[in-house]
């Protein structure tokens, strides 16, 4: 996974609440891997309409947007289907972090096992981005992990994010060699279990 | 005297092999659901080259991708063939047990899991799907996974994980008849909000909650995502007991005698503190339905939908706008005045025997005046369905009775609802397109779809139980 410090680029708002991972990646592009170029298909449904056409008002087909590696979005961003691909869909776009007030708990747990980093702002500061934004698009804004920090024009805003999933963005640290290193507790944990919670084995011969 | 615990503490205890300083804890994992989507993940481990850690902890479905029409032995879709193949395949190689199409336990993974009694209280159960929440229902602590941490529960059967903010939901009182666990889980996310519950679990207690059968109690944890909430749980008791006394894969006599001895203890207990703590009284709810995009946007069906004109909030009047126009409906339309194209009843959510009971009797001597699809939770219920005679009643009032599967809650089977399509639904989600590009959908509860069906628009089903055994 690539580390995460700090990031200069385009960013694009997208003011909608409850932006769910079906608009993110439609159903219908689940069955595909990531090599058939899930990028391609970023907010699909949103972007483009039956026939193919681009929609021209949505923010991500606007010229100055168009390279997008910020999203700023409204509450609850990526809430619903824990499909992971959603994430893929928007690294592999470009989109290096999302900037909202609140975040699914599935979607921002699987943004940080690809190095995307969700960055959480009060419901002001991301409106307040966002109107930014909507009257210079081509402000680019910088995104500082280590600060904690997103600079938009001149006004520079502090963001939350959990410290541990922070460290791990910063690291670039994925979770299974984290956890081989506890093989011998998780041995300890399994043959203690057994006989504390007999139950909890399903029952043979079903 | 210690300090007193919740539910989720107890459970969240008895799992953590190790706590990090930062916080995080490595949890124990029970029992691992896999389906077609976990193929990802079955992907990391090739890279790999790494077993199953422990396959026989691990259970596999085919239920996302499955026709519910058509041969199901010769799928004649290519795309969906090779994806029933892949978990075929990918279980086969690990030794990992699949309730694959052929098997009569095939089903939705929620349905089958508790229905085979793999599901347990006191259980930390994963799976790479939004709705394992379902599985709290029976006192496990149960949440929904990314590819990235099936690839890490396949491999360790353990997941990092950091304690989540602790809620709980009292639903107090008796419920009207009529009134369904649907009725009761929408009316707590109208009234928490989509994000009431983001970085929580949420424990649902009270009078109202102890009433509910199992089935009930799974379509209210079900839903819990909906409310943001990764986990909901429902404290076990003597209906949980009932329920799971011979299922299959339950612990049987004596074991079984001892484990509900332990699992009774599995309470939480009296002074303990939530975070959050709304409460909820029963007689008041009416029989709900979805008008817009969230399931936030959920109304008792005497309302009508919300004017974005009379809305003070900028944004908040954006938002209704722009839900109000991707549904059709025009602004303070009657929610009884809207007229719908199709039904559908099934999905994880509401597709058990007590929701087709519910709905048949519905539908008993009645026709539907739209059509609609009907895909019972597993191959098993479908067969009780069947002995009881549902089948019959559902195809004579005009619907057809399909095979089971996720079918049209997620559409990816080939199951859609046409763009510009109302869809009258008992699944979990009226997200823009969620049952196809430009699909309007509405949700309720089962006996509400019923009415839907037989008056052609959304309707209170309560006059129409008038005289009828539900």
């Known amino acids: 996974m690539d580390k995460f410090t700090k990031l200069t680029g385009v960013a694009c708002p997208i003011n909608q609440a409850n932006l769910n991972t079906d608009q993110i990646l439609p159903a219908r592009y689940l069955k595909w891997t990531r090599a058939m170029g899930i990028g391609k298909v970023l907010f699909q449904d949103l972007r483009f309409d039956a026939d193919g056409n681009e929609k021209p008002e949505f923010p991500i087909n606007k010229p100055a947007w168009r390279n997008a590696k910020v999203v700023v979005g409204a509450r609850n961003f990526g809430c619903g289907s824990s499909r992971e691909a959603a994430v893929y869909a928007l690294y592999d776009y470009g989109v290096r972090c999302v900037i909202a007030p609140s975040f699914g708990d599935i979607f921002s747990g699987n943004a940080v096992q690809n190095g995307l980093v969700t960055a959480i702002v009060t419901d002001e500061e991301a409106a307040e981005i966002m109107e930014t934004l909507t009257r210079t698009p081509d402000l680019p804004v910088t995104v500082d992990l280590e600060q904690q920090t997103i600079v938009c024009g001149n006004k520079t805003t502090n963001f939350t994010i959990d410290p541990v999933r922070r460290k791990r963005l910063l690291n670039g640290w994925d979770d299974i060699a984290l956890t081989e290193s506890f093989r011998d507790r998780i041995a300890s944990f399994r043959a203690a279990d057994k006989g504390k919670r007999s139950w909890a084995v399903p029952a043979a011969g079903a | ?470």
Not at chain 2, 7 to 14: E, G
Not at chain 2, 125 to 132: K, L, P, Q
Not at chain 2, 176 to 191: C, E, M, T
Not at chain 2, 412 to 422: H, K
């Open chain 2, 1 to 470: 005297m210690s300090q007193p615990q919740t539910l989720v503490d107890k459970l969240w205890a008895a799992h953590e092999i190790v706590r990090r300083e930062d916080g995080e804890s490595l949890l124990w994992i029970d029992r691992h659901y896999v389906h077609e989507g976990s193929f990802h993940a079955f992907g990391k481990l090739a890279e790999r080259g790494v077993p199953v850690a422990e396959p026989g902890l691990t259970f596999g479905v085919a239920d996302h991708y499955v026709p519910t029409r058509g041969s199901r032995t010769n799928i004649a879709n290519p795309e969906l063939a090779r994806m029933v193949r892949q978990v075929e395949e990918n279980t086969a190689k690990h030794n990992v047990k699949l309730f694959g199409l052929g098997d009569p336990r095939q089903g939705i993974v929620h349905v089958v899991g508790p229905e085979q009694g793999l599901t347990l209280p006191g259980l930390t159960i994963v799976c790479g799907d939004s709705h394992t929440s379902t599985h709290g229902a029976l006192g496990a602590y149960a949440f929904g996974i990314g590819a990235s941490e099936v690839a890490h529960v396949l491999m360790t059967q353990t997941i990092w994980q950091k304690k989540p903010k602790l809620m709980r939901v009292t639903v107090d009182g008796a419920v009207a008849p009529g009134i369904s666990g649907k009725d009761i889980v929408l009316a707590i996310i109208a009234r928490i909000g989509a994000d009431g519950a983001t970085g929580g679990a949420l424990e649902y207690a009270g009078s109202a909650i102890r009433a509910l059968s199992i089935e009930g109690r799974l379509t209210l944890c079900n839903m819990s995502i909906e409310a943001g909430a990764r986990a909901g749980i429902v404290a076990p008791d003597a209906t949980t007991f009932a329920y799971l006394k011979g299922r299959p894969y339950a612990p049987k006599g004596a074991d079984f005698d001892k484990a509900v001895e332990e699992w009774s203890a599995m309470q939480t207990d009296a002074g303990a503190v939530f975070e959050k703590d709304v409460t909820l009284d029963a007689g008041s709810i009416a029989p709900i339905v979805t008008w817009g995009t969230s399931p936030e946007d959920a109304l008792p069906i005497d309302a009508s939908v919300p004017d974005p004109e009379r809305e003070p909030d900028q944004d908040r009047a954006q938002y209704l706008r722009g839900a109000l126009e991707y549904m059709g409906i025009a602004p303070g339309k009657k929610l009884t005045d809207i007229a719908v194209d199709r039904v559908f009843i099934g999905s994880c959510t509401n597709s058990r025997i007590e929701d087709l009971r519910v709905a048949a009797a519905v539908l008993a001597g009645r026709t539907s005046k739209v059509p609609g699809l009907v895909s019972a939770g597993s191959t098993l219920i479908k067969r009780q369905a069947e002995q009881e005679g549902l089948d019959r009643i559902f195809r004579d009032a005009g619907l057809e009775w399909g095979e089971s599967g996720c079918s049209m809650c997620v559409g990816i089977n080939g199951d859609l609802v046409a763009p510009g399509e109302r869809c009258a639904s008992t699944t979990n989600r009226n997200f823009r397109g969620r049952q196809g590009p430009g699909a309007r959908t509405h949700l309720m509860s089962p006996a509400m779809v019923a009415a839907a069906a037989v008056t052609g628009h959304l309707a209170d089903v309560r006059p129409m139980l008038d005289g009828r055994k539900v």
